[in-house]
């Protein structure tokens, strides 16, 4: 079938995204599903920080390259042997597709499935295929086995997991990325305790999600740190305790006199190596930190380790989430629900297809929370 998607044929392309315009809307074909996947139709995609790293080569993957892994959708055909999902259920797509037989799937830890970050880094599909091409373009790579900036999609039964149909789309797709992430980040890998003390480093979309998560956690102190001041007043609206702008010279120890001497889980959503040294630094002895952040592989980090040791701290990464999206994607759905995830509040804009430059320029310049793509 024929359908509009935003390509990304090109890496590293010169700001601003309005004038290069590094995504451009072209009519693709997509096949068929093969055995195992299923087609869906988007209703919804967010614009997240994990596509701008693509579109400015931070995170280099295969071109060209359908982008956009945080969507939501519509079931519309199945594949041989997909039996546990039916046409026209609800999905949140997950960015990592997860094979559940290798060794990190079956010691429950997903997040890490080896095949499906395997696949991931190929561009291609969990079973190593290829649905979409072009004319021009033989092979179009799918981007972390979704491809949501496209009207329709091709993906492995293992990167959807079926929602409630009551979920307006719009928000349902935030589920994919930013709140499995951000909250995923808090719950399974920091593992707040309550009462304890948090600082967020990086007010994006994941970092506004894992606020929201530590309100929800019971943290008792909640400090968010940024250098965009709007941010960090929109951060201490949404119920964050202090906003700490880093590029004062006293922000590490206005923190340290807040907390008496550091925070007990630090977690730093930035992308930037200062913004991780800047988060080790502001946690307490015995504390832990912790990264989903996603510089560009040449950069490396610097610190003693002496500390680690003698100061019991933890440095940890955090991909996914460390979630079990089939678990944990309707817990957090049901905490919306319930009013105590207002996820809705990290929305700032609605876009068609066509504006995707303009709301990746929009990120790109720390204009937005979280923007969403409706079809």
Avoid at 115 to 126: D, I, R, T, Y
Avoid at 246 to 251: C, L, N, P, Q, R
């Amino acid at each position: 079938m024929k359908i509009q998607a935003a390509v990304l044929h090109e890496m590293g392309k010169d700001r601003p995204y309005t004038t290069s315009k590094p995504l451009t809307i072209e009519e693709v074909e997509l096949n068929k599903p093969q055995a195992g996947e299923l087609l869906v139709k988007i209703h919804a995609a967010g614009l997240c920080h994990s596509d701008l790293s693509v579109i400015d080569g931070n995170r280099p993957r295969q071109m060209p390259m359908v982008l956009g892994h945080e969507a939501a959708g519509e079931v519309v055909e199945l594949g041989p042997g997909v039996q546990d999902v039916a046409v026209g259920d609800h999905v949140v797509f997950s960015f990592v597709p997860i094979c559940g037989h290798c060794m990190p799937c079956m010691t429950a830890r997903p997040a890490l499935c080896e095949n499906g970050v395997a696949a991931n880094n190929k561009g291609v599909l969990l079973g190593g295929g290829i649905r979409l091409q072009s004319p021009n373009y033989p092979t179009i790579h799918h981007h972390m086995g979704v491809s949501g900036f496209a009207e329709y999609t091709v993906a492995s039964r293992q990167s959807v997991v079926k929602i409630d149909k009551t979920l307006p789309f719009e928000i349902a797709a935030l589920f994919g990325c930013a709140v499995m992430t951000g909250v995923g980040a808090i719950i399974n890998t920091a593992r707040l305790a309550l009462g304890q003390t948090v600082l967020i480093t990086g007010m994006g979309g994941v970092g506004f999600a894992a606020l929201l998560g530590a309100l929800s956690a019971g943290a008792s102190k909640i400090i968010v740190a940024d250098v965009n001041k709007e941010k960090l007043a929109q951060a201490l609206a949404l119920g964050a305790d202090e906003a700490i702008d880093t590029s004062e010279a006293t922000a590490l120890e206005k923190i340290r006199d807040i907390t008496r001497g550091g925070v007990d889980i630090g977690l730093e959503f930035a992308g930037v190596v200062a913004a991780l040294e800047f988060t080790y630094n502001a946690t307490a002895r015995g504390g832990k930190t912790v990264t989903a952040g996603l510089p560009h592989p040449s950069k490396m980090m610097q610190f003693a380790p002496v500390k680690l040791v003698a100061e019991e701290r933890t440095l940890q990464g955090s991909y996914l989430g460390s979630c079990v999206p089939a678990r944990d994607i309707p817990a957090y759905i049901a905490l919306y629900q319930s009013g105590r995830l207002p996820v809705n509040k990290l929305m700032t804009h609605k876009l068609q297809l066509q504006e995707v430059n303009e709301g990746f320029e929009r990120l790109a310049k720390g204009e937005a929370i979280r923007q969403v793509i409706t079809f």
